[in-house]
């Protein structure tokens, strides 16, 4: 038996592996601590879309969906043809004056390497695969819960 602990929205959520095997050779849970599940999802916690797979490289810092809040970097929901550093955040100079508009364009350069394209940013990241860079602007666009990855 394999005991793995994982955080979800700061709290820990305990999964019980038994050795099983799905087809694709992923191991199977075969139970969960059922309060780390509800103690996540008390009110308070990021909004179920924050948790989405591919805002996952996002997610330590921003949250997005109904409900979602500035953190440690501001709330993302409905950026997408909004200007850079307009929402209810403490942006840094660099941000605030860099006068872009989150467009896919845009989006699609600042994901891929974000100090180069708005130097002097205190965001921490160096960027997406391009592989992920387009299902993250569609996610931006429209964020839906997708917990399967």
Not at 32 to 47: C, I, L, W, Y
Not at 49 to 64: G, K, L, P, S, Y
Not at 119 to 130: A, I, K, V
């Amino acid at each position: 038996m394999t005991l793995a602990v994982l955080l979800v929205a700061g709290a820990s959520l305990a999964v019980i592996f038994d050795g099983s095997r799905a087809a694709d050779d992923s191991p199977v849970a075969t139970s969960t601590d059922r309060e780390a599940v509800q103690a996540a999802a008390k009110p308070g916690s990021p909004p179920q879309e924050t948790f989405a797979r591919v805002f996952e490289a996002c997610a330590h810092c921003h949250q997005i969906g109904d409900g979602a809040r500035a953190t440690n970097g501001p709330a993302l929901t409905g950026i997408v043809g909004k200007p850079v550093a307009s929402t209810d955040y403490p942006y840094s100079a660099a941000m605030r004056t860099s006068g872009l508009i989150w467009n896919e364009a845009t989006l699609r350069d600042f994901l891929a390497d974000p100090a180069e394209i708005v130097p002097g940013s205190r965001m921490r990241f160096d960027g997406l695969p391009e592989g992920d860079i387009g299902p993250m602007i569609e996610f931006l666009k429209n964020p839906v819960s997708d917990t399967s990855g």
